[in-house]
């Protein structure tokens, strides 16, 4: 090529890399663009209040926007929060889950890591339409505001205005954090700011230490700051508040920008007066957002309150509320709320940002309607969700922030943690007992989901390779072959029986033995004698006979509220060992409670938990349910059944509840395997098949190697569809507010 060509190819091919370099950085630019408006101070503004509605600002005019939200964790099955293990391709890959359902914020409760608000910024800047928003929300010292009882101790107020700091330079990418344990680290260079909704401080306040701040500072004058200022009617720790607040807007203001701000509420320390709550506790004091007001924040104000149908208990006691019906014409105390709250909080907006149930097989609380705190299926909780989504926007709410994206195996619940031991490996394993576990509508599922489908078929284990199933050697009347298998959630069980398998002729029985003692003879084993007690029993037949049944003197249960708390009657013959008495598996639901800590007597409530549905996990089939336990289908029976109705406080270490029972804690004991006896019964006749005299202790054992690392499948689960449905259906807020 000539010289004078070489140079102008060259200047060519310059000119159109700059072109092409111009072109790409205008889109990257443009498209990262975020259209807002100018305040009066110079400041940004995309998100305002305007009276009882919240607004966006958007082709080139305020609109009305109600925040359809989900409430997203920082955490994965085996591990914690603090661990920090999601990656960019998990939230991508969720962002989309989110955005498809009809959702369009995304709270988070602290600071994630970097790779969250660079998959935030990364995908807003991809997707066609309006961008998911984030709420971000600035955790308060909870622990120690909880132990020390006063929220203006320097330690408390230094470390929130930390957090505040660095939440805001997260949110703004203009930070870097380094390593503590338990939080967020990194340098974070992605600036969200422009996706954000609002600020959502604090975290839920107990009322103990709420009281003891306003009686230690009582005389302190209400905060006046530059952004937001205390009534002259605040509380000392409302005043307290409105000057962290004032933080959050002080350190965003920097950015040139403002967003709305709330801070954390919920039912226990709203302002509304509950005349029917038995629990002194539970309406103690009021922290009422009313009594905070901006002063140059033109992005404005806001209250939130996490409500659930199930707590407080004056859900179900409180007649003030038991006048209101639902569009089905029943009684509906939770909608009543929310008429209450609402109309106490005038002239501003208001949002629930928690509220939902769990598709769990434990129970916590009993609500109205059946909106309990677990026992559900994931259809019956999206039913559940949907309902109570419906009812917050009917009832002029600014949005609705359904709690939680997805299953959080290390939570815990009051009704189970003093089982779950040791208490630091909660994260590796799934207890479906415990409720907070399985609020997600993501669901996360252990290892043999979708590998092993409980519906009468064998195929499926089969196809396991050796080192994944057992072949138990119980040479036992009427049955052929059983094998074994387990994953973090359930002990899986599959039987050939030599005859087709008719509940209406005979019931299966499984005694289950994982350490020395417990019954070696009950009524539910006519004649049969054994060397060796059983903890469990498992009863497989009509569906109100399939269960699992605990020996009395065993029962977690009969142990906590009988023998310690003393509100529960034991007999005294089911206190011994091989006392031949089996009894249903329950959970407490409601304490007892009696003066002075309630207005009057309550008994202890409780629940059976040890129902075993019969079923399909088939999550194709329309007659999925998560909770089946088993299937039968001719000669096979298969049967899945959770760790801790076998008396496991923790599989992952072998740890099994002990039978010794001195001293206030629980003791457990590592145990070497399973052992099973499965026997038929004939229901006519109420007889044993075959022999009746077995050696538990020559029972061949399953064992299994504990673990570390947990396998998991993520799964929408049934809730999904039919929040995306409810979400789908709202577009916009009630307006009852006033108009720009």
Sequence with gaps: MEPTKKKRWRWMSLTMLIVVGASAFWWFWAADRVESMGTTTGAQLKFRTNGELFEVYQNQKWQPFFAKGVNLGASLPGHYPGELPITREDYMRWFAMIDEMGANVIRVYTIHSPVFYEALVDYNRRKEGDPLYLMQGIWSPEELLIEKKDAYLPEIREEFRQEIKDAVGAVYGDITLPEKPGKASGTYRANAGKYLIGWHTGTEWDPVMVKNTNRLHQKVAPYQGKYFHATPNATAF????????????????????????????????????????????????SVDSTHIEPTQWEA?????????????????????????????????????????????????????????????????HLGNLGRNQGGHSEKQQGEIDAELLQEIHQEGYAGAIVFVWQDEWFKKTWNTMRFELPEDRRSLWINVLTNESLFGVLGMYPN??????????????????????????????????????????????????????????????????????????????PGLTLDEGLETLIALGKADESQIQIAANYDFHARLYGKRYGMLAVKEEEKKDDSGIFKPWKLAVSLEMEPPDSKKYYPLEEVEVGKLIRGTTDAQDPQYDSRTSWQAK?????????????????????????????GKSFTTKTTKGIRILPFLVDTATKQIVGQNAYAVTKLPMYTWQGWEQVGYHERKKQSYSILKKAFHEIEAPVKTGTQP
Excluded: C
């Design 238 to 285: 409302e005043t307290w508040i409105a000057e962290m607040m004032d933080t959050v807007a002080t350190e965003e203001s920097k950015y040139g920008w403002q967003h709305p701000m709330t801070f954390t509420n919920w039912v226990t320390t709203d302002p509304l007066s509950h005349p029917g709550e038995p629990i002194h506790h539970e309406d103690l004091v």
């Design 300 to 364: 404005g104000y806001f209250a939130s309150y996490h409500v659930y149908p199930y707590y407080p208990d004056f859900f179900r006691y409180d007649t003030t509320l038991q006048q209101l019906k639902n569009d089905a014409g029943q009684i509906d105390t939770y909608k009543a709320y929310l008429r209450q709250l609402k109309q106490y909080h005038k002239n501003m907006p208001i949002m629930v940002t928690e509220f939902g149930v769990p598709a769990s097989v434990g129970v916590a």
């Design 634 to 662: 001719g000669k096979v029976v298969e049967l899945r059944v959770p760790w801790m109705l076998l008396g496991f406080t923790d599989p992952s270490s072998l740890s099994v509840m002990s039978y010794e029972d001195e």
């Design 448 to 525: 043999k989901e979708g590998v092993l489908t409980i519906d009468g078929n064998r195929t499926d284990w089969d196809q396991l390779v050796p080192e994944e199933k057992q072949r138990l050697d119980v040479q036992v009347p009427g049955v052929d072959e059983i094998w074994m298998t387990h994953d973090e959630g359930y002990v899986y069980f599959l039987a050939q029986l030599k005859e087709e398998f008719d509940p209406a002729k005979q019931q299966l029985y499984v005694g289950v033995d994982t350490l020395p003692g417990g019954n070696k003879h009950a009524v539910q084993l």
